[in-house]
């Protein structure tokens, strides 16, 4: 490399280096998102809609809906009332995988006792997508966690069974989205509402 390419290529590392960072603009979602729904009586807010990704790839798009907007996990985590968590899939998702992948996440984010204390429910929500052979791109599935109720499984608007768990239970099921290691970093600030359109 001669002279005057050497200090043109100076020049760029340079500018790259000295230039602000800028915050990184979430992927628009696909699905549309209402931006305000009602569970058990309670108004809640679209608090943010992000997609989730894996190897460049789209696997679905997620809606956090709160009582009142939230900016942080701990935010989140210690809002009291009624919460939804609202997905579309992107791709073809085997319902076996997906189970394992959300029980992973919250594996990921609890301790061996939680984890013991809340086998039961956690199971169920193994089974809940275990149980179908795969969802389709465009079908959607739900979480709604109603305090003193327990949490409410949905695919494709139908409730899989009853409530299951109590508040810690869906602090876990958050916690794979929110928690110390959350499954997708984008995802999480888009969800918070922490990133730029």
């Known amino acids: 490399m001669n002279m005057k390419n050497r200090l043109a290529c100076g020049l760029l590392l340079a500018a790259a280096l000295a230039a ?31 997609t989730r990704t ?29 919460k939804r968590l609202m997905f579309v899939a992107q791709r073809e998702l085997p319902g ?5 992948l959300f029980l992973r996440g919250m594996t990921a ?19 809940v997508f275990s149980g179908r052979p795969k969802l389709n791109p465009g079908e959607s599935f739900a979480m709604d966690f109603e305090p003193g109720k327990g949490t409410t499984f949905y695919i494709m608007g139908k409730a899989q069974g009853a409530p299951v768990g109590d508040d810690e239970f869906f602090g876990l ?3 794979i989205w929110f928690g110390d290691s959350p499954a997708d970093t984008d995802l999480r600030d888009a969800l918070l509402d922490r990133v730029r359109d």
């Open 20 to 50: 602000p960072t800028l915050p990184v603009s979430a992927a628009p979602t696909t699905a549309t998102f209402d931006t305000a729904a009602e569970l058990a009586g309670t108004k809640l807010l679209l608090n943010g809609k992000g």
């Open 54 to 82: 894996r190897f460049a790839f789209k696997v679905y798009d997620m809606a956090l809906y709160t009582t009142k907007k939230v900016a942080t996990p701990a935010e989140l985590l210690a809002l009291p009332g009624p």
């Open 96 to 100: 076996t995988d997906l189970g394992r």
């Open 109 to 127: 984010n609890a301790t061996q006792a939680q984890m013991t204390r809340h086998a039961q429910s956690s199971t169920r929500l193994i089974d």
């Open 173 to 175: 099921v958050l916690r």
